[in-house]
């Protein structure tokens, strides 16, 4: 860069580094480096013209925004060349993105985990309590249930299918709502002995 305004009459106006990734838009630098140049009348001077933007939209539009500008390693190009340079520069940005993409999706699949790791820690204990609550609150209603079962059962009906009915007859919500089906009184069986058994004496 500095050869290059060397090799010129330029007037330096000032130096603006942008550190933010040539792939976003919403650059302050970049911005600021464009007031600066409608301010004074100046050329806005780049190292290279992939570094401007890889979106030829934005590229594009930064012409029409009044904002002359020069690339130092294709100082000759004219506005049909920045086009087309914008334009492969823009695919070259979609092809890195879908290529990062399909990177990520690989290493997803055998198993790698992303993020800092006091988030995924976070993100792990979190499960776990949500897991032990919904065990906790199964485990409150298997015991609630099954004086209610046991109080069918002796009363006649035995199979899954018939204690289902006379729950729905008595208005017994399953456990996600609505009625019951044999499958139900099942899960609901299982889980009302390994209550009595968790709770058995030793």
Not at 97 to 117: E, N
Not at 134 to 156: E, H, Q, S
């Amino acid at each position: 860069m500095a050869d290059f305004l060397a090799d010129g009459a330029w007037r330096h106006v000032a130096e603006v580094v942008e550190v933010e990734s040539e792939c976003h838009d919403n650059r302050p630098r970049l911005s600021e480096a464009m007031g600066l140049c409608r301010l004074h009348g100046a050329t806005l001077v780049i190292a290279k013209l992939d570094r401007l933007s890889r979106d030829a939209a934005f590229l594009l539009n930064l012409q029409k925004a009044g904002v002359r500008f020069v690339a130092a390693d294709m100082p000759e190009a004219n506005e049909l060349v920045v086009g087309i340079i914008a334009c492969v520069a823009e695919a070259k940005r979609k092809m890195i993105s879908v290529r990062t993409k399909v990177a990520l999706a690989a290493a997803k699949a055998r198993g790698a985990r992303f993020g800092t790791p006091g988030n995924l820690a976070s993100h792990d204990v979190g499960q776990a309590r949500s897991q032990a609550l919904r065990t906790a609150r199964a485990r409150d209603r298997a015991r609630d249930l099954a004086p209610v079962i046991d109080a069918i059962r002796a009363g006649g009906a035995v199979s899954q299918g018939k204690i289902a009915a006379e729950l729905n007859a008595r208005g017994v919500p399953a456990p996600r709502g609505g009625a019951w089906s044999p499958a139900q009184v099942w899960q609901a069986l299982v889980l009302i002995e390994d209550v009595a058994g968790a709770s058995a004496p030793s």
